[in-house]
């Protein structure tokens, strides 16, 4: 597993495919915002549901334990007030697998319940969840069976007056199991540092399951500007290349230690790690699993991504070049990226290229030769339909750059006509929008030009 690819998606909304990773900690929803003197917009009522959830059936014949499901509804445009939200709650496919408690804004009736929400929150907002449903096996429910939540909404709001969410879009599905379901106790965010400062994470396993688990396993996973793990001796320590990945500090830990249901483990001594010379935006993946071969009944607490952040700098710089030829001679061209540190880069979570340098071809010339990772594009940024002769060229980097990282994109340019003083334009850019580095603690070096003489 790589840091890259370790996130779990959490779902947003139902029917429209939307996740964001699980590990960064600190993201809420998000949207792109409308300017105050736009004319009326759209508005789209939605509802926020977990997919599933899994109910472990009752210890030695005792009862089972119960599971919270967080759930609430939001709208799309925050130009709008919506108020006078109501969400109906259908849990008549639960019969016989799950029973359910409601919250105090719910009024139950027959098989459902409505529940009462003042004020609907806009996605771009500080959303959290307003119903909370408390549900737990059925008495009698046999492992495996299963049922389904289902949800609609409506509130008063937007340009029509009423919103509606998508109608037979959203719902719970709900499984009754057996086994144990190792927990990582929640862990507050943890402040930003300095290079060199030492930081302590609390870690605490529980087993949440009806079953013990025999044994376990503790994966840590720490990005390239955390060093110095604790050593324990259940664990063994490797450090990947940074080849394919981004480079990363890995630790599997293998403890023997039964963990009977309810029951608790934390390390012989507590966790830290410290912040390298070269620590920037960091993350500490942790995910646990049962031994022997068990299967754990709920996977979604079983895994944490900590964000550690570090009080630091990346000088990015981009140099062009000088070519010359007569008309109808062809030439290389380098561009080249560097990061002058001292700290490194990495996008571990989304895996989108840290920058992209760019390339504005000079008058009277060619590109006839384009380096692999470099794409066409029209001067504004829009679609070029051939590979070679586009007047511009973003150059991908990886989604992550050392403190040292220096990379090279040579195109063949081809001089057309002879054009006294050409020159075409070199920059870096982040890979979507126009803005600066927020970290890049010297602008001046971020654009360059290619001469030809």
């Known amino acids: ?82 108020t006078d939200g109501r969400l109906t709650v259908d849990v008549s496919g639960l019969a016989g697998v799950a029973e359910v408690s409601w919250s105090d804004n719910c009024t139950p009736s027959g098989t459902g319940a409505v529940c009462d929400i003042p004020v609907v929150p806009a996605i771009g907002g500080d959303y959290e969840d307003q119903v909370f449903l408390t549900v737990r096996a059925a008495d009698g429910a046999e492992v495996g069976a299963q049922g389904r939540i289902t949800y609609e909404a409506t509130a008063t709001g937007g340009p029509d007056g009423t919103l509606t969410a998508p109608h037979e879009s959203f719902d719970t599905t709900l499984t009754v199991g057996a086994g144990p ?25 529980t087993n949440n399951g009806n079953e013990s688990a025999n044994g376990f396993t503790v994966r840590l996973y720490a990005s390239y500007g955390l060093t110095d793990l604790t050593r324990y001796d259940a664990c063994a320590y490797t450090t990947t290349d940074g080849n394919d990945y981004a480079p990363s500090n890995k630790a599997i830990c293998t ?30 993946d942790i995910d646990v699993e049962p031994g022997g071969g068990a299967q754990d009944i709920d996977s979604q607490n079983d895994y944490a991504v900590l964000p550690i952040g570090a009080e630091n700098t990346a000088d990015f710089s981009v140099t062009g070049d000088t070519i010359s030829g007569a008309a109808g001679e062809t030439a290389t061209a380098e561009i ?56 511009r060229y973003d150059c991908d980097l990886r989604y992550w750059v050392l403190e040292d990282t220096r990379r090279t994109f040579a195109f063949s340019v081809r001089v057309d006509t002879v054009v006294p003083g050409a020159t075409g334009a070199v920059s870096i850019h982040p890979p979507f929008g126009e803005y600066s580095f927020a970290f890049d603690p010297d602008l001046t070096n971020n654009t360059a030009v290619l001469t030809v003489d």
């Open 255 to 284: 403890f023997d230690q039964v963990l009977a249901p309810g029951d608790s483990f934390e390390l012989p001594e507590p966790l830290t790690v410290r912040l390298a010379p070269h620590a920037l935006n960091e993350r500490l």
């Open 1 to 82: 597993m790589s840091l890259l690819s370790a996130g779990r998606p959490v779902r947003l909304r139902s029917g429209a495919a939307v996740a964001v990773a699980a590990g960064l900690l600190a993201a809420g929803l998000a949207a792109p915002a409308f300017a105050a003197d736009d004319p009326p917009q759209t508005d789209q009522l939605w509802i926020n549901t977990p997919y599933e959830q899994t109910l472990p059936i009752g210890t030695d014949g005792g009862q089972p334990q119960s599971r919270t499901l967080g759930v609430g509804i939001y709208h799309d445009n925050d130009n709008f007030t919506v």
């Open 336 to 391: 080249t990226f560097r990061n002058n540190g001292p700290a490194w880069l990495g996008n571990l979570g989304s895996g989108d290229p840290v920058a992209e340098v760019r390339l504005v071809v000079p008058e009277g010339t060619t590109v006839t030769g384009v380096p692999s990772g470099c794409y066409p594009r029209t001067l504004d940024g829009g679609y070029y339909p051939k590979r070679t002769g586009a007047p």
């Open 181 to 205: 379901d190792l927990a990582i106790d929640p862990v507050a965010d943890i402040e930003e540092g300095l290079p060199g400062d030492e930081r302590t994470i609390p870690f605490k396993v």
